[in-house]
Every structure is written in structure tokens, then in C-alpha cells.
Nanobody, 123 residues
Framework: QVQLVESGGGLVQAGGSLRLSCAAS????????MAWFRQAPGKEREFVAA????????FYTDSVKGRTAISRDNAKGTVYLQMNSLKPEDTAVYYC????????????????WGQGTQVTVSS
């Protein structure tokens, strides 16, 4: 299993940017797909973006395309989520997750999770 630790959340004004980090450790990390999910109060956990560690292939949910980028640094064992042009509706706890499969936006397919980091976007 993979251990994940997120950081980088905070309070930002609408239109601003944040970069979230997810430090991954454990066996065969490079075999995994790494993803970001988010959960707003009273809502279900929602897929944001994912990256296949070995190939760098990525995919995103439609609501963040064009203003969000997921990337990884193999040397640091860290996955990033760069978020630009933030909107109040982006406010949520953001979670890093890992899965063996690639291409799934279903949180059930992800078996390792971080503790989450709060992102708050003020209007």
C-alpha cells in the first residue's frame, strides 16, 4: 500500500492560484495512478484529476479543464495539483489517492488516501 501526505491548501481569493502537493511513499509507487479528489460540505467526494506515475498520462474532470494541471516529480516522489483561476465552488477538502488501475474517476477504485488539505476560495 502507498502512504500519502498532502500539503499546500489554504485560503485564496477568487481568481487566485494554489499548488497542492502529495508526498507518496511505499512499495512500487511508480506502478500506481495518483489522483486528486475533493469533497465539499454536504456533497459526495468528487474526482478532480489523475496521472499515471509511470507514463505521465493524465485526465481531468470537465469542470477543472484548462485551469488545473496535475504533474509528478519522480525524484521527489511527489504529485502536484496546480489550480489557477480558482472559484468559490472549488472550496473543498482535497484528497490525494492512489490506485492500481488507470482511467477511473470512481473513488471506490482507489485504495490509498491521504488525510486531506482544506482549500477555501473567497469571493
Amino acid at each position: 500500500q502507498v502512504q500519502l501526505v498532502e500539503s499546500g491548501g489554504g485560503l485564496v481569493q477568487a481568481g487566485g492560484s494554489l499548488r497542492l502537493s502529495c508526498a507518496a511513499s511505499g512499495r512500487s509507487v511508480s506502478s500506481y495512478t495518483m489522483a486528486w479528489f475533493r469533497q465539499a460540505p454536504g456533497k459526495e467526494r468528487e474526482f478532480v484529476a489523475a496521472i499515471r506515475w509511470s507514463t505521465g498520462n493524465t485526465f481531468y474532470t470537465d469542470s477543472v479543464k484548462g485551469r488545473t494541471a496535475i504533474s509528478r516529480d519522480n525524484a521527489k516522489g511527489t504529485v502536484y495539483l496546480q489550480m489557477n483561476s480558482l472559484k468559490p465552488e472549488d472550496t473543498a477538502v482535497y484528497y490525494c489517492a492512489a490506485a492500481i488501475v488507470f482511467g477511473s474517476s470512481d473513488p471506490v477504485r482507489y485504495n490509498s488516501w491521504g488525510q486531506g488539505t482544506q482549500v477555501t476560495v473567497s469571493s
